[in-house]
T-cell receptor, first 115, second 112 residues
Framework: NAGVTQTPKFRILKIGQSMTLQCTQD?????MYWYRQDPGMGLKLIYY???????DKGEVPNGYNVSRSTTEDFPLRLELAAPSQTSVYFC??????????????FGPGTRLTVT | KNEVEQSPQNLTAQEGEFITINCSYS?????LHWLQQHPGGGIVSLFM???GKKKHGRLIATINIQEKHSSLHITASHPRDSAVYIC??????????????FGKGTKLSVKP
């Protein structure tokens, strides 16, 4: 199994540009998550999904959108990028019923800079 | 005040030392996770526990639910243990099921 894969690894965006961060898992996990990690801060949940077709907001969803059309894929869309979105983004997945019962598997991260 | 507090923030040890990292939380939880973030940035899960103690190799994690406290111990530390160790708590099932609340991490450096 490849586990959780993310692309791209690095990206520089100009203010106002848009992009999609890709995340794929091959473990047949129901739960998928997007986190951002800012320097000196704990990971913050952006969006999560409990299965295909079902998504919900996390702690810091503003400026982002997600979709979950398949079990495997959970892309994160940034519209109108802002410098405040400069961060490292991690995708993760776990079995149902989620972090109360199962560990999370993390992707390698995407380092995004908005200038 | 953060809901998950870790101490110390930074820790430097000599190879072979016994290391303890602490995590305190202020909310009701269903489970607590310890994660390791490598210098290259990757994050791996070390333990998930809801009571008692778990051991994996030189790593031991304990939790005291009544005191809302967990510790991660590393015995016979080695330079390859150098990493950021992150504590995260899972809210009880039936709440926000997607939510782990993370501490800021403890940066460990083990010198040879």
């Amino acid at each position: 199994n490849a586990g959780v894969t993310q692309t791209p690894k690095f990206r520089i965006l100009k203010i106002g540009q848009s992009m999609t961060l890709q995340c794929t898992q091959d473990m047949n996990h129901n739960y998928m998550y997007w986190y951002r990690q800012d320097p000196g801060m704990g990971l913050k949940l952006i969006y999560y999904s409990v299965g295909a077709g079902i998504t919900d907001k996390g702690e810091v969803p503003n400026g982002y959108n997600v979709s979950r059309s398949t079990t495997e894929d959970f892309p994160l869309r940034l519209e109108l990028a802002a410098p405040s979105q400069t961060s490292v983004y991690f995708c993760a997945s776990s079995f149902y019923p989620g972090p109360s019962s199962y560990e999370q598997y993390f992707g390698p991260g995407t380092r995004l800079t908005v200038t | 005040k953060n809901e998950v507090e870790q101490s110390p923030q930074n820790l430097t040890a000599q190879e072979g030392e016994f290391i303890t990292i602490n995590c305190s939380y202020s909310v009701g939880i269903s489970a607590l996770h310890w994660l390791q973030q490598h210098p290259g940035g990757g994050i791996v899960s070390l333990f998930m526990l809801s009571s008692g103690k778990k051991k994996h190799g030189r790593l031991i994690a304990t939790i005291n639910i009544q005191e809302k406290h967990s510790s991660l111990h590393i015995t016979a530390s080695h330079p390859r243990d150098s990493a950021v160790y992150i504590c995260a708590v899972a809210l009880p099932y039936g709440g926000s099921q997607g939510n782990l609340i993370f501490g800021k991490g403890t940066k460990l450096s083990v010198k040879p």
